[in-house]
T-cell receptor, first 113, second 110 residues
Framework: GDSVTQMEGPVTLSEEAFLTINCTYT??????LFWYVQYPGEGLQLLLK?????DKGSNKGFEATYRKETTSFHLEKGSVQVSDSAVYFC????????????FGKGTLLTVNP | KAGVTQTPRYLIKTRGQQVTLSCSPI?????VSWYQQTPGQGLQFLFE???????NKGNFPGRFSGRQFSNSRSEMNVSTLELGDSALYLC?????????FGEGSWLTVV
């Protein structure tokens, strides 16, 4: 079945550092890929998405590129802020008429001033 | 436009009781799905409804059920609550190639 593997956390960075959170997936067909962010005590917020190979999703300085050849969707940000501290989830949906999301286990990011 | 709305936000129930959670999707969205989030199991898919029909179901016991109304609002029900049902229950609303989540309902079973 479908699966998502993302780097184990926690990740601790200083403000303005470069962020990479790795995400790889296993899926049949042509999934859509997502990054969601969860702040403490809150639900999931869509951060960015990509629906086909080579698409780049971007939002709030975060970027991720859908790499079919490496089955990856790594999240990057050039300069993190304290306010980026949260849990980040990589997810896929296998598209078609089935929009069930399969999530990775989440990566806790803490950014220190 | 309004996002996905879930009620109640927090609730405490006793083992053996049942609970009903409600979700109103984004206006115009006809697909609603539910997820359970726990520290141990992470985010797990419960079920999806589209135009009042359940289209997909995750691997949960029959105590977990749901339904969708003609206005796309959805409810999920958990009967005979167990301690392990304590979790954040998230509702999601599907738009074009995008899935949006509500703030969730925090359920504590004591």
């Amino acid at each position: 079945g479908d699966s998502v593997t993302q780097m184990e956390g926690p990740v601790t960075l200083s403000e303005e550092a470069f962020l990479t959170i790795n995400c790889t997936y296993t899926a049949t067909g042509y999934p859509s890929l997502f990054w969601y962010v969860q702040y403490p005590g809150e639900g999931l917020q869509l951060l960015l998405k990509a629906t086909k190979a080579d698409d780049k999703g971007s939002n709030k300085g975060f970027e991720a590129t859908y790499r079919k050849e490496t089955t990856s969707f790594h999240l990057e940000k050039g300069s993190v802020q304290v306010s980026d501290s949260a849990v980040y989830f990589c997810a896929l949906s296998d598209g078609g008429s089935n929009y069930k999301l399969t999530f990775g286990k989440g990566t806790l990011l803490t950014v220190n001033p | 436009k309004a996002g996905v709305t879930q009620t109640p936000r927090y609730l405490i129930k006793t083992r053996g009781q049942q609970v009903t959670l409600s979700c109103s999707p984004i206006s115009g969205h006809r697909s609603v799905s539910w997820y359970q989030q726990t520290p141990g199991q992470g985010l797990q898919f419960l079920f999806e409804y589209f135009s009042e029909t359940q289209r997909n179901k995750g691997n949960f016991p029959g105590r977990f059920s749901g339904r969708q109304f003609s206005n796309s609002r959805s409810e999920m029900n958990v009967s005979t609550l167990e301690l392990g049902d304590s979790a954040l229950y998230l509702c999601a609303s599907r738009g074009f190639h995008t899935i949006y989540f509500g703030e969730g309902s925090w359920l504590t079973v004591v």
